[in-house]
Nanobody
Framework: QGQLVESGGGLVQAGGSLRLSCEAS????????LDWYRQAPGKQREWVAT???????NYADSVKGRFTISRDNAKITVYLQMNRLKPEDTGVYYC?????????WGQGTQVTVSS
């Protein structure tokens, strides 16, 4: 059974940077797209960014120009580079992977941005 494992969260001051990683286990194959989502305290989970198998990317307006999603195909790892972080970026960040036959969520990693 496949799984996703996120890492890289932490506490950072506003204006700082973090890079999140999400590694897929070897049993996840033929990924169609990879997403990052986040959930702030008391709010619904929201979509942040998408990377398709073809290399296309898309971002929520709130993070466009500050966040970059990328992938290391050799390690089946997706990254989220977050720059110029704001307090409103605080939340638990989740990665999501979709294949033809299944979808997977990671366990989440906490990002806290102090003002």
């Amino acid at each position: 059974q496949g799984q996703l494992v996120e890492s890289g969260g932490g506490l950072v001051q506003a204006g700082g940077s973090l890079r999140l990683s999400c590694e897929a286990s070897g049993t996840i194959h033929s990924i169609n797209f990879l997403d990052w989502y986040r959930q702030a305290p008391g709010k619904q989970r929201e979509w942040v960014a998408t990377l398709t198998s073809g290399g296309s990317t898309n971002y929520a307006d709130s993070v466009k120009g500050r966040f970059t999603i990328s992938r290391d195909n050799a390690k089946i790892t997706v990254y989220l580079q977050m720059n110029r972080l704001k307090p409103e970026d605080t939340g638990v960040y989740y990665c999501f992977a979709a294949t033809v036959v299944a979808s997977y969520w990671g366990q989440g990693t906490q990002v806290t941005v102090s003002s």
